[in-house]
């Protein structure tokens, strides 16, 4: 069963907004499993600017594990390289991609949902957002591709 990539508010601040009046929380995304029910599969999560380590339990909802900041039973990028064909690791290692894409591209691999696809790298050129995109077709095969979403109302 495909999985839902969403985002956590964890207490830290990025650096950008430190210096700001309204504080911001920083967000992180994250890949969770969905169960037969449609639930979240509850996971551990660590932020990607503090590394601290949340309880994920369910869409866009986390608690604070304090004092666990270190732990090492967290899957990493390194972890799921294991899992994946050489030139789709080296692929999400080039772009830099974030641990969310890494499970969204081992969940459909193991489940082999062939044709899906997964958002690699976004960014806003102009007026514009702009979004690379990974099409899985089999195991070891993909495709690689660029739109341009138009975000301005005429």
């Known amino acids: 069963m495909p999985g839902v990539k969403h985002l956590i ?33 509850p996971k551990l999560a660590k932020c990607n600017n503090c590394d601290t380590l949340h309880n994920v339990y369910d869409i866009c909802k986390s608690e604070i594990k304090a004092g666990k900041d270190q732990t090492n039973v967290v899957v990493t990028k390194d972890d799921l390289s294991l ?16 641990i ?23 960014d806003i050129v102009d007026e514009n957002h702009v979004v690379k995109i990974l099409e899985i077709l089999s195991e070891d095969k993909f495709k690689i591709k660029s739109e341009i979403i138009n975000s301005i109302l005429r």
């Open 9 to 41: 508010d964890c207490h830290c601040v990025l650096a950008l907004y430190k210096q700001k009046e309204k504080i911001i929380n920083h967000k992180f995304p994250v890949y969770s499993k969905v169960d037969n029910n449609g639930l979240i599969i």
């Open 83 to 98: 899992m994946l064909p050489d030139k789709l690791s080296n692929l999400l290692i080039k772009i830099d991609s974030d």
């Open 100 to 122: 969310s894409v890494w499970e969204h591209v081992c969940d459909i691999i193991e489940e082999e949902r062939w044709n899906e696809i997964v958002v690699i790298k976004r």
